[in-house]
């Protein structure tokens, strides 16, 4: 009987370690999601996608015209 008397505070303890790690891995997630949404937000528009092609030279005047032109459709 003298070895189970801190058995119930141990396991208390270890529960009470249980909610802490729940809450910070919570915390974890909830960081990633606002990061990611941050960045998601931050992409560039499709207008302004198509300006860094033609300013690239990937695309000829003639197709970002038109191109842009069915963007403001």
Do not use: C
Request: proline fraction near 1%; charge should be positive.
């Amino acid at each position: 009987m003298h070895g189970y008397g801190n058995w119930h505070m141990s396991a208390m303890n270890m529960g009470g370690m249980g909610y802490w790690w729940l809450l910070i891995l919570a915390g974890i997630g909830v960081m990633i999601a606002f990061l990611a949404r941050r960045r998601w937000s931050a992409r560039a528009s499709p207008e302004q996608a198509l300006k860094r092609r033609f300013a690239e030279g990937n695309i000829d005047r003639e197709t970002y015209d038109r191109l842009r032109a069915g963007l403001r459709k």
